[in-house]
Nanobody, 119 residues
């Protein structure tokens, strides 16, 4: 599985951005996808996740009500709509895909896209 993110950039506080993650390869095996973010010196943290089958979602408390994760299975693409952006949302955002095997889990990452929110 290959993942390519796009849509990052520099915006002002209160603005919106939409990130995209295009998946290719053995996409039919993907069970769940998610967005993570990381700032220098900190651990990568989960922002939002979605299951491919039911479309169940979960969000970090810090983004609930502002961010929306979605997926277009026909296009093999996942999105993260980010509204009311805050300076603390500044980070590199990574796309993640997971394949659940019987006794293991495969995990794939994109290269990351920078989101910078100025105050």
């Amino acid at each position: 599985v290959q993942l390519v993110e796009s849509g990052g950039g520099l915006v002002q506080a209160g603005d919106s951005l939409r990130l995209s993650c295009a998946a290719s390869g053995t996409t039919n095996s993907i069970n769940a996808m998610g967005w993570y973010r990381q700032t220098p010196g900190k651990q990568r943290e989960l922002v939002a996740a979605i299951t491919i089958g039911r479309g169940s979602t979960n969000y970090a408390d810090s983004v609930k009500g502002r961010f929306t994760i979605s997926r277009d299975n026909a296009k093999n693409t996942m999105y993260l709509q980010m509204n009311s952006l805050k300076p603390e949302d500044t980070a590199v955002y990574y796309c993640n895909a997971q394949i659940f095997r019987l006794l293991s889990r495969e995990e794939y990452w994109g290269q990351g896209t920078q989101v910078t929110v100025s105050s």
